[in-house]
């Protein structure tokens, strides 16, 4: 395969795992992404199919490219220091997979598995939106919700791997978390459920004729002003700013990245999670921290997962 743009030097491979999606991109967090691989995940078919693609797209990478060394964002659970996966509640058969060991076997040189939260986090604070700050907290709002805190320049590790999972961040005692809210299988169900019972209007109208992934309406529909769009939107919104308000209360990040497919909602968004957070946060602490949109977007992750195999690796450092 010839690449049709310039080398560049010490490339790194960049690997994002998630609920729908994986990527494979060669680049450095400095230069860009240079090379990209895309591919749907369904879920259905299980990691097995995963790893199918990454085999089969893995060698024409190596041969090209020649990286120094792999980064992976992997949505759910990891032991980051041995690359295992712990979980998965998205994609069946990742469970205990030796996710590290078998991609170095793979690829020959060394690898570095994070959580996909993490990694974004680390992309954003190294460079996106919160390059300059410190601490720096992204969320992600996806399939799942999942977060990350970046201080002093590294990933924030708890005594056990599970840190700075605001998704799981329970409601009450009934068993409700962030995600049974505001994820976007959430938005997607709650969406679909009104439109069944009866639901009228400009989302109800998109939905019935395109559905699935019902949440990707959401824009447009608040853009015309739909009344069914904005009660939507404030609801998801209003239950992450519960969450975040936990973080600023026990971090007090200098900035809050909201990221992940919901937030490509945009302006909306962030006006309606900054609205609700502001009076969650005691007096104390305000203002609240500064919240901004993700910069890198979808390459949230990718980025991060470069810039964790430059720093990992000891080749080049990403600061």
Request: one cysteine or more; aromatic letters at 6%.
């Amino acid at each position: 395969m010839v690449s049709n743009v310039p080398q560049i030097d010490h490339p790194f491979l960049g690997i994002e795992i998630g609920g729908t999606k994986l990527q494979m991109v060669v680049g450095r967090h400095d230069t860009g992404i240079v090379h990209r691989r895309r591919f749907s995940v369904e879920a259905g078919r299980g990691a097995q199919s995963i790893r199918e693609n990454i085999v089969g797209a893995l060698p024409g990478i190596l041969s090209e490219w020649a990286p120094a060394a792999v980064g992976v964002g992997y949505g759910g659970p990891v032991n980051w220091r041995t690359g295992q996966i712990v979980k998965s509640y998205h994609v069946p058969g990742w469970h205990e997979f030796p996710l590290g060991d078998w991609l170095s076997g793979l690829a020959g040189i060394p690898v570095f598995v994070e959580n996909d939260g993490n990694t974004a986090a680390y992309g954003e604070a190294v460079a996106g939106a919160g390059r300059g700050a410190d601490p720096v907290f992204y969320t992600t709002i996806g399939s799942g919700v999942g977060g990350g805190l970046v201080h002093a320049g590294a990933i924030y590790h708890g005594y056990t791997g599970g840190e700075a999972e605001v998704g799981h961040l329970r409601f009450g005692t009934g068993g409700q978390i962030t995600e049974s809210f505001c994820s976007g299988w959430s938005i997607d169900r709650r969406i679909r459920e009104a439109v069944e019972a009866g639901g009228r209007g400009v989302l109800a109208e998109l939905v019935a004729g395109d559905p699935g992934n019902e949440a990707r309406h959401l824009g447009a529909a608040l853009a015309v002003g739909d009344a069914f769009a904005v009660q939507v939107l404030e609801e998801a919104a209003g239950q992450l700013a519960v969450a975040l308000s936990h973080v600023v209360h026990l971090f007090h990040p200098e900035v809050l990245i909201l990221g992940g497919g919901v937030s490509l909602i945009g302006e909306p968004w962030l006006s309606a999670v900054e609205r609700h957070l502001g009076v969650l946060v005691m007096d104390a602490f305000l203002p609240a921290p500064r919240l901004v949109l993700s910069a890198l977007r979808e390459d949230a992750v990718p980025v991060g997962a470069l810039a964790l195999a430059a720093q990992r690796s000891g080749c080049v450092s990403p600061n």
